[in-house]
C-alpha cells in the first residue's frame, strides 16, 4: 500500500501545532521532514534549531543554525541565535564572536546591541579593537538590561575565586559509595574548605560534562551532604543515597555551562587524565577567563610500577602527564616521594618545564571524617567477626600493586610453624581489583587461609573505623605509593601497623610505623611474629605512637592546601601551553597515542587543536566538526623562512574543504581543497615567511555528514591524521617525509 503523500504546508501546520504544545522534539521533527521537501528555506531550518535547543539539544540546534548560516550568510539575527547557542555550550569566545558578527552586520539590533556589550570582554586579538572593546563595557555598565549577564559581585574580601573541580568524585559515586583514599583526599578537603573557607578566597564547585566540554556549577549543599552520606554507609541501593545521588544528576543535566570568574583557579584534587577532551576544554576557558589550573598529583604509580596497572591506564595517565606541564599553573603533591617522583619524570621530557609545587600532606585523623555517632548506620561487617576475636586489618584494593600474595604466603608459613590458634585472622578490607589472580588462586586453593582470611569488599566508613578500633594490629604492604592513607588511618587508631620501607611509606608511618625490608617474604613473616608472639612487644609500640604519631585534623590538612592554593594564586601567570612549540621538520600524529612513557612529541596532538571545533582523538586519527575548526601551530624562534606545510587528511564523504591560513598581522590566500570520501591524501603548502609566533589554519568543511559515533549524534567535518611543518629549503625533511609516506598529493585550487 502506497504512502500516504504529505504535502509542506501540511508538514508545517503540523510543526506548528507541536510547537504550541510544546512539544518541542515532535516540532523539530516536523520541520526536518518539511525542510527536507524545501532544503532551501532556511527560516524553517531556524524554527527546527529553536525546538532542538528548547529540548536540550543544544549542540544538534547549533549545527541547524549553521546549515542556516550557508543560506543566510548576513542575518544578524540568526547569528544572535548562533551565539546564545554557543553560550550555553560555554563556547563564550564563539558567543561573543557570533554577537559581534551581528552587530556589524546591523547595527541598530537591539538584541545585538545587548549581547555584543555583554561579552565584548570574552573577545581577544583583532576581531575586536580596543575602542570598540571600552566603548561596548561602558555601555554595558551604564545599561540596566545587561545585570543578567554581569558577574555576580563577590565580598570586597573574597579576592582569590578558588573553584574546586569535583567530576571524578561525582562519577566515582555514580557506581559506588564507599571512598576509597582519593575520594577521602577530596571529601576531607573540600567540605571542610565550603564550611570554613580561608580570609580572602571565594570558594565554589564544579563538574566537566565530558560531552559538551564544558564545566557546570555543583550546588555546595547537595555535594557536603553526598559525602556524607558516602560516609555513613555502604548500601548502594539505600533510597536515600540514590535518591541525592541522581537528584544531583538531574540538577546537572538541567544546567548550562557555567562562566568561570576571571582569573579563578580550578583545583581538582581528584584525578583528571581519564577525562576525554580536558585539557582542550581547560586551555578555551584559560583563553576567555583567564582560569589557572592546578591539579593534586596523588602518585606516579603508571610510569615507575606500570606493570601493576591495567594498560589502558598506563596510556590515559601518560598521555595527561605529557601535557601537565604545558597546561598547570602549579601542583599540589601529598609527599616529598611524589614531588621528587614529579619533578624527575617531568624534567626529563624538558628542563624547567615543572610548574611550581606544594606538598600537602596527609597525615589527618579519618575520624574527622565521620558522620555524627546519631546517623550510625548498622555494622553489617562486624558480624563476619567473633565477639572478641583477635584479628590483624589490612586495608587496601585487592590488586598486584599491593601485594596481597607475599602476606597471604606470610600468614600460611606462620601457621603452619605456629598453629591455628596462636595466629589472629587476617581481615582484608577492599574492593576487587587488577592482576590479583595469583593471591586469589592462593586462596582458593588453600583450606587454611580459607579459614584465617576474611575478604570485606564492602565497607563503609563507620565500619571501617570500628576495625581499626578492635583489631589486634595492621599490615599494609605495597610496591609503590603516593603517601598511604591506611598507615595514617592505623596510627590514628593507635595502632601498630607493619608496612615495607620505600616510596612515601616512610612519610606516612614517620618513627613510629615498623618496617620490614621491601617484598621480602623472611622479614616480614618475621616481623609478624614479633608482632603476633611478643605481647610486651606490641604494648611497647603502640606507646610510642600515641606520644609521637598522633596525626593532625582534616581541618589542619584543608588550611595547608588553601595555603599552598593561595601562594600559587600570587605566582605570576604561567604561559600554559605556550611552552611548546612544533619542530620544523618532524612529522606529528594526531591521534590518540598508546604509549608507556611520557613525551612531548604526543602532546602535541592535544595542543594544537584550538576552539570547540573538534571531536575527542581517536587511534586512527581526530575528527573535526562540520564547520570551522582551528589548528594552531605554534612556531619556534627565529622561524624567518618560506615554509611547507604537509597535511594529512581524510573526509567522511565527497567532500571540499576550504583552508585559510593566519599568523600575526598577516593573512595567507585561501585554500580550497577536494577530497574523496575514505582516502587518506596529503596536502602540500607552501608559505611565505610567517612575521608571528604561531600558525593558525582555519579548516572549514561545511555541512558535513551526520553519523551515530561513541553514543553521540555528529556533524563530521574533515578528519585530520597528522602534519608536519618544515623550511621550504630542508630538503632532508622533505625527503623523509616522502619516505614514511606513499604520497598521493593533492593540489590544492587558491579560492
Known amino acids: 500500500m502506497a504512502s500516504p503523500i504529505i504535502d509542506p504546508d501540511t508538514l508545517l501546520a503540523k510543526a506548528d501545532a507541536h510547537r504550541r504544545d510544546k512539544d518541542w522534539m515532535g ?84 538584541a545585538a546591541r545587548v549581547e555584543a556589550a555583554a561579552t565584548a570582554e570574552w573577545l581577544t586579538g583583532p576581531e575586536i579593537d580596543a575602542a570598540d572593546r571600552a566603548a561596548l563595557s561602558r555601555e554595558r555598565d551604564k545599561d540596566p538590561r545587561f545585570a543578567p549577564f554581569l558577574p555576580v559581585p563577590q565580598p570586597v574580601d573574597a579576592a582569590i575565586a578558588t573553584v574546586f573541580d569535583v567530576t571524578d568524585l561525582l562519577q566515582y559515586f555514580n557506581d559506588r559509595r564507599t571512598p576509597t583514599g582519593i575520594q577521602r583526599v577530596q571529601s576531607g578537603i573540600i567540605t571542610r574548605a565550603l564550611t570554613a573557607p580561608a580570609a580572602g578566597m571565594a570558594i565554589s564547585l564544579a563538574y566537566f560534562e565530558p560531552r559538551q566540554r564544558v564545566w557546570k556549577a555543583v550546588d555546595r549543599h547537595a555535594f557536603t551532604r553526598l559525602c556524607a552520606l558516602s560516609a555513613a554507609g555502604a548500601d548502594t541501593q539505600d533510597p536515600e543515597w540514590t535518591g541525592l545521588r541522581d537528584a544531583v544528576r538531574r540538577l546537572l543535566n538541567a544546567t548550562g555551562a557555567m562562566r568561570f570568574p576571571r582569573d579563578a583557579l580550578l583545583v581538582n584534587l581528584g584525578n583528571s587524565w581519564s577525562l576525554t577532551d580536558y585539557f582542550r576544554a581547560l586551555r578555551q576557558a584559560q583563553r576567555d577567563h583567564g582560569v589557572r589550573y592546578v591539579p593534586f598529583v596523588h602518585d606516579c604509580v603508571p610510569l615507575i610500577v606500570p606493570e601493576h596497572c591495567l594498560t589502558g591506564l598506563v596510556h590515559s595517565y601518560v598521555r595527561w602527564f605529557s601535557a601537565l606541564g604545558l597546561h598547570a599553573h602549579g601542583l599540589l603533591c601529598n609527599s616529598e616521594n611524589t614531588r621528587d617522583d614529579l619533578r624527575k619524570h617531568m624534567e626529563a621530557l624538558r628542563p624547567g618545564l615543572t610548574p611550581p609545587t606544594h606538598v600537602v600532606r596527609l597525615d589527618a585523623d579519618p575520624r574527622g571524617l565521620l558522620p555524627p555517632q546519631g546517623n550510625a548506620a548498622p555494622m553489617e561487617a562486624l558480624r563476619a567477626l567473633r565477639h572478641d576475636e583477635s584479628f590483624a586489618l589490612f586495608v587496601a584494593t585487592l590488586e598486584s600493586r599491593k601485594n596481597h600474595l607475599l602476606v597471604f604466603n606470610a600468614w600460611l608459613k606462620l601457621l603452619r610453624e605456629h598453629g591455628a590458634e596462636a595466629i589472629p585472622r587476617l581481615v582484608c578490607v577492599g574492593k576487587p581489583g587488577w592482576h590479583a589472580d595469583a593471591a586469589l588462586k592462593l586462596l582458593e586453593t588453600s583450606p587454611e587461609l580459607q579459614r584465617h582470611v576474611l575478604l570485606l569488599p564492602q565497607v563503609s566508613d563507620q565500619e571501617l573505623d570500628a576495625l581499626y578500633d578492635r583489631c589486634a594490629f595492621t599490615v599494609y604492604n605495597s610496591h609503590y605509593e603516593g603517601w598511604g592513607l591506611p598507615i595514617t588511618e592505623a596510627l590514628a587508631h593507635g595502632k601498630v601497623t607493619i608496612t615495607p620501607r620505600h616510596s612515601a611509606l616512610t612519610e606516612a608511618g614517620g618513627d613510629v610505623a615498623t618496617y620490614f625490608t621491601p617484598q621480602s617474604l623472611p622479614e616480614l613473616t618475621a616481623t609478624l611474629e614479633k608482632v603476633i608472639l611478643d605481647p ?31 601562594a600559587l594564586a600570587a605566582q605570576p601567570v604561567r604561559p600554559v601551553a605556550e611552552a611548546a612549540t612544533v619542530a620544523l621538520g618532524q612529522h606529528y600524529k594526531l591521534r590518540r597515542m598508546e604509549s608507556p612513557t611520557p613525551a612531548l612529541a604526543p602532546a602535541m596532538a592535544e595542543l594544537v587543536r584550538e576552539g570547540p571545533g573538534w571531536y575527542p582523538l581517536e587511534k586512527w586519527g581526530v575528527s573535526t566538526m562540520a564547520g570551522l575548526a582551528t589548528l594552531r601551530l605554534p612556531l619556534p624562534a627565529g622561524t624567518d623562512a618560506p615554509l611547507r606545510l604537509y597535511l594529512e587528511m581524510r573526509a567522511p564523504a565527497d567532500m571540499e574543504v576550504e583552508l585559510r591560513f593566519h599568523s600575526e598581522g598577516s593573512q595567507a590566500q585561501p585554500f580550497l581543497v577536494s577530497l574523496p570520501a575514505g582516502e587518506p591524501r596529503i596536502c602540500l603548502f607552501d608559505l611565505p615567511a610567517l612575521p608571528g609566533t604561531s600558525l593558525s589554519i582555519e579548516l572549514d568543511s561545511g555541512d558535513g555528514p551526520y553519523a551515530l559515533q561513541y553514543g553521540e549524534a555528529r556533524r563530521l567535518g574533515v578528519g585530520l591524521l597528522g602534519f608536519m611543518l618544515c623550511r621550504l629549503d630542508d630538503h632532508a625533511a622533505r625527503l623523509g617525509m616522502l619516505e614514511e609516506h606513499s604520497l598521493n598529493p593533492v593540489s590544492p585550487a587558491l579560492t
Open 536 to 566: 610486651a612487644y606490641r604494648a611497647a609500640q603502640e606507646a610510642l605512637i600515641r606520644a609521637k604519631g598522633q596525626p593532625r585534623s582534616w581541618d589542619a590538612v584543608k588550611d595547608e592546601a588553601l595555603d599552598a592554593i593561595r
Open 27 to 110: 516540532a523539530a521533527d516536523a520541520y526536518r521532514q518539511f525542510t527536507i521537501l524545501r532544503p532551501n528555506d532556511w527560516t524553517i531550518i531556524v524554527q527546527e534549531g529553536h525546538c532542538l535547543k528548547e529540548g536540550g539539544k543544544v549542540a544538534e540546534a547549533l549545527a541547524r543554525y549553521r546549515e542556516a548560516e550557508a543560506l543566510a550568510p548576513d542575518d544578524a539575527d540568526l547569528q544572535v541565535q548562533i551565539g546564545h547557542a554557543q553560550k550555553v555550550l560555554g563556547r563564550w569566545h564563539d558567543a561573543a564572536r557570533a554577537y559581534h558578527r551581528a552587530l556589524a552586520m546591523n547595527p541598530s539590533s537591539a
